[in-house]
C-alpha cells in the first residue's frame, strides 16, 4: 500500500450483515451504469425511429440543436441514469473527504507519538531532529520550507517545548486557547508526515529507528488514547501490522490533539 493510502477498515452492522465500505458502494453503482444507458439509448433509438428522426439528413451539430431546443421547451424531470451518477460523484466526494480525515489524523497521531518519544528520550531527539529539519526543508514550494522550519523551530530545538499562550495568538485574532490547539494539530501533522515519509528505509538509518519505534512502542502509546481500537484500525491500514495491540484506555499528557 502506498504511503499516503488510508483505507477505511471494514465493520459491521448488527445483524444485517457487514457494511460495505464507500469504495464498494461505487463499485455496485457504477457496475449498474453500462446496463442503465444501454437501456436509455435503446429507448430513444426506438421513440427516434417511431416519430421518423431517421427520415431526414441532419448534421451533428443541426441534431444537437433540435434535442437541445426540444429539452428547453418543458422542464422535465432527470432520468434514473443521470441521478445514479450524481449519487457516485457524492459518494466519491464524500469517500476522498473521509479519506483526507483518516491520512489527517494518521499523521496527528503518528506525530504525537514521535513527540512522546521526543520528550521521553532527548537523545533520540539529537538524532532525528536534524533529518526532521531537512524533512521540512524538502518542500517543494521554498517558501512553504522555510515558513515551516519557523513554525517548528520551539520543538526542532527543545524536545520539551510547548508552545505558551502569548505565542498562540495570530496577528491579534482568534483566541489564544483555540489558536494553540491548533498550531500543535499542525506540528503534529507535519512531524506525522515526517515519519509516513522516512518509514520503511535503510534498516540502519532513520528510517530503521522509526520502524523500531512503531514495531516496540507504539500500540502502548495507542492504549493511553482516546478511541484506541479505531486508531490501531486506522494506523495498521497506513502501516500494516505492527507487535502489540493496545489493551486499555487511559489518561496521557501525549495525547494526541482531535482533528
Keep these: 500500500m502506498a504511503k499516503d493510502t488510508i483505507s477505511k477498515p471494514a465493520s459491521g452492522r448488527g445483524s444485517r450483515g457487514p457494511m460495505r465500505s464507500g469504495a464498494e458502494r461505487i ?3 457504477e ?16 421513440a427516434a425511429w417511431k416519430a421518423g428522426l431517421f427520415d ?3 448534421t451533428q451539430p443541426e441534431l444537437r440543436t433540435l434535442l437541445e431546443d426540444a429539452l428547453a421547451q418543458e422542464p422535465r424531470a432527470l432520468s434514473r441514469l443521470h441521478r445514479r451518477g450524481k449519487e457516485i460523484g457524492r ?16 499523521k496527528a497521531l503518528l506525530g504525537g507519538f514521535m513527540t512522546a518519544q521526543f520528550r521521553h528520550g532527548p537523545d533520540l531527539h539529537a538524532e532525528l531532529a536534524g533529518d526532521l529539519r531537512d524533512h ?7 517558501r512553504m520550507a522555510a515558513s515551516n522550519i ?4 520551539g520543538i526542532l530545538d527543545d524536545p520539551r517545548w510547548e508552545e505558551g499562550p502569548a505565542d498562540a495568538i495570530a496577528s491579534g485574532t482568534g483566541i489564544a486557547h483555540e489558536q494553540q490547539r491548533r498550531n500543535r494539530a499542525r506540528r503534529m501533522i507535519l512531524i506525522g508526515a515526517w515519519v509516513l515519509d522516512r518509514r520503511g528505509g535503510a ?12 514495531r516496540d512502542e507504539l500500540a502502548n502509546f495507542l492504549a493511553r488514547e482516546r478511541s484506541a481500537a479505531r486508531n490501531v484500525a486506522l494506523l495498521e491500514a497506513a502501516l500494516g501490522p505492527f507487535r502489540g495491540r493496545p489493551a486499555r484506555r487511559d489518561e496521557d ?5 482531535d482533528i
Design 31 to 46: 457496475a449498474q451504469l453500462p446496463a442503465m444507458r444501454r437501456r436509455a439509448e435503446k429507448q430513444l433509438l426506438k
Design 253 to 257: 499528557k501525549h495525547r494526541c490533539p
Design 27 to 29: 463499485a455496485a453503482l
Design 56 to 58: 431526414f439528413a441532419f
Design 203 to 214: 534498516p540502519d538509518g532513520v528510517s530503521g529507528v522509526i520502524d523500531r519505534l512503531i
Design 136 to 142: 521540512l526543508a524538502g518542500h517543494a514550494n521554498p
Design 91 to 106: 459518494l466519491r466526494n464524500r469517500k476522498r473527504k473521509r479519506e483526507r480525515a483518516d491520512l489527517a489524523r494518521v
Design 150 to 153: 519557523a513554525f517548528m523551530a
